[in-house]
């Protein structure tokens, strides 16, 4: 079941994260266009950001992982959300005031807005394989199996986002759903850790009562 719980979780970080790089794209358009610079921006950005998330999710996993903090990280991700749902546009226009180039103000426009939750975002790969890890033998093939479901989840959120979610909600909207999904992943995280645990000190506790 815990494998599974983490198999369904690293599913929806791939599908979120390219769900919120689609969004960048619908965002920035009114300020800087949808030229190639603008999504050259946009992919430096999360490319940047999720080189980093991959590089400090790898050193944290190695702090005694467990699924409170995988929790943590998932919720985390959400709360970063909140920046891009409020200010997203203020922010655009301020830096559009004072960088009219698309290259430059959309470069610098997705690093406020898109920097930080991409990098939270990106740290949940390299967790979710150390929490799946049981032997260095199966490693490469868990790895390998878990970039498997991630990505399978960013290309059905490519395809979701990019042929529906645009067409029937508003950009906040799917901000609002990613967010969401985020946010309850990061709580059944949490509830399926406290459930563990339980059914873990359970069998401690009636070996104690029994060995009395």
């Not at 959300?81 to 830096?95: G, M």
């Not at 470069?107 to 967790?127: D, E, H, K, Q, T």
Request: proline share 4%; with cysteine.
């Amino acid at each position: 079941m815990r494998k599974l719980v983490i198999i369904l979780l690293a599913f929806c970080a791939g599908f979120s994260i390219m769900s919120f790089e689609l969004l960048g794209g619908r965002m920035l358009a009114p300020f800087f266009g949808s030229s190639v610079y603008v999504w050259g921006s946009i992919i430096t950005v999360f490319m940047l950001a999720l080189s980093l998330g991959y590089l400090i999710g790898g050193k944290l996993s190695l702090n005694s992982p467990n699924l409170n903090k995988f929790a943590i990280i998932f919720i985390s991700a959400a709360i970063s959300l909140l920046p891009a749902i409020y200010f997203a546009e203020p922010l655009f226009e301020f830096v559009f005031q004072y960088i009219e180039d698309p290259r430059y103000g959309s470069l610098v426009a997705a690093s406020l807005v898109f920097l930080i939750p991409s990098i939270i975002l990106g740290m949940i790969a390299p967790y979710s394989v150390r929490l799946l890890t049981v032997s260095a033998d199966s490693s490469g093939q868990t790895a390998g199996f878990l970039y498997f479901v991630s990505t399978l989840g960013s290309a059905i959120g490519t395809i979701m986002t990019s042929f529906y979610l645009v067409l029937w909600m508003e950009v906040n909207q799917i901000l609002w759903l990613i967010f969401s999904i985020l946010l309850s992943a990061g709580l059944i995280a949490f509830c399926h850790s406290v459930l563990l645990n339980k059914s873990t000190n359970k069998p401690n506790l009636n070996a104690a009562v029994s060995n009395q």
